[in-house]
């Protein structure tokens, strides 16, 4: 079980100072069965005059910072420590009657699965109900995981992945004609494809890495975002198709939500002169060791450089 050392910084900067508003923070791993929260850090400079936690309707953590002073740049830094136990692709299990498609959610579970499955973009010509069903097999029954792996492995093999620092995500159509995009962009229109076959999926932000060091995963070096399904018997399964990933080898969770909108990393407002905002920097740098909890897990980045580690 790999140890993921992670530091996420975003800077925002201005030309003259600026007052800031109310920012709204998910930086935080969740916890869980397959990644354990050892220690987390968050430094905000200028320093808040008050900052509160909370859980948001989907239990993620969410850091509320509110200002006084003004500034001409907003600097926030979260660091964590997680020991991470990948749940794979031979994890899997689904109950017999979800293992081939189609299948119906069972009474229990479908009232709480309803906004999951429920459509998010409006597609009049169904076109990504008819991409959706290139992975049904015709005339007969498939089974529900080779369905969802194999659209995992088309986005991935079948469309061109382009950064795009700016906000904002690309409609599942926009995304079909254009061909390519990015790795929030992939995510959509996998979690639409999947509702209109009648599945419950949700978006999942956080961080990729790769497990054995020696190379850079796509997406890397920013926030990550990717897929989960809900399958019986497994539970919420995730799907990486910018990497084609099945599980949570080299994926850590930060947020988990519905719709992509409510699971931004950071945000906030400011107020200032016209003009005066000039940009903003964010890095993600993660390694990764093999060793237990350090003594003191904020080191700095020359130290970490320095680590016995294998550096992603």
């Excluded at 459509?119 to 080779?146: C, E, M, Y």
């Excluded at 019986?232 to 599980?247: K, Q």
């Amino acid at each position: 079980m790999p140890f993921v050392n992670l530091t996420h910084i975003t800077s925002y900067h201005y030309s003259q100072p600026a007052s800031f508003g109310e920012h709204r923070l998910m930086v935080r791993p969740r916890e869980s069965f397959d990644q354990h929260l050892l220690s987390s850090s968050l430094v905000i400079d200028p320093e808040p005059a008050e900052i509160r936690w909370l859980h948001d309707v989907f239990g993620n953590s969410v850091a509320i910072a509110t200002f006084r002073r003004r500034a001409t740049q907003l600097r926030i830094e979260s660091r964590a420590r997680v020991l991470h136990n990948p749940f794979e692709l031979q994890d899997v299990h689904i109950e017999d009657y979800a293992r081939t498609y189609p299948f119906t959610y069972s009474s229990e579970e479908m009232p709480d699965l309803l906004r999951s499955i429920e459509r998010q973009h409006l597609d009049p010509h169904r076109r990504i109900d008819n991409w959706a069903h290139r992975f049904v097999s015709k005339g007969s029954d498939k089974s529900t995981l080779d369905m969802l792996t194999d659209m995992t492995a088309a986005i991935k093999r079948e469309f061109t992945y382009v950064p795009r620092q700016q906000k904002g995500t690309q409609t599942p159509l926009e995304t079909l004609d254009r061909g390519k995009g990015t790795c929030r962009d992939y995510a959509m229109l996998m979690i639409e494809a999947v509702r209109s076959l009648g599945l419950a999926a949700r978006f999942v932000s956080g961080y990729v890495y790769n497990p054995g060091g020696r190379q850079r995963v796509t997406g890397g070096g920013n926030t990550h975002a990717w897929v989960r399904v809900y399958l019986p018997g497994s539970g919420w399964v995730e799907f990486d198709p910018t990497n084609d990933i099945v599980g949570t080898e080299g994926l850590i969770r930060v947020a988990i939500a519905r719709d992509i909108y409510q699971a931004v990393p950071i945000s906030g407002t400011w107020s200032g002169f016209p003009g005066s905002y000039q940009g903003m920097d964010v890095s993600v740098d993660i390694y990764v060791d093999q060793g237990g909890p350090l003594e003191n897990p904020a080191l700095s980045e020359k130290e970490l450089m320095n680590a016995d580690s294998r550096r992603i």
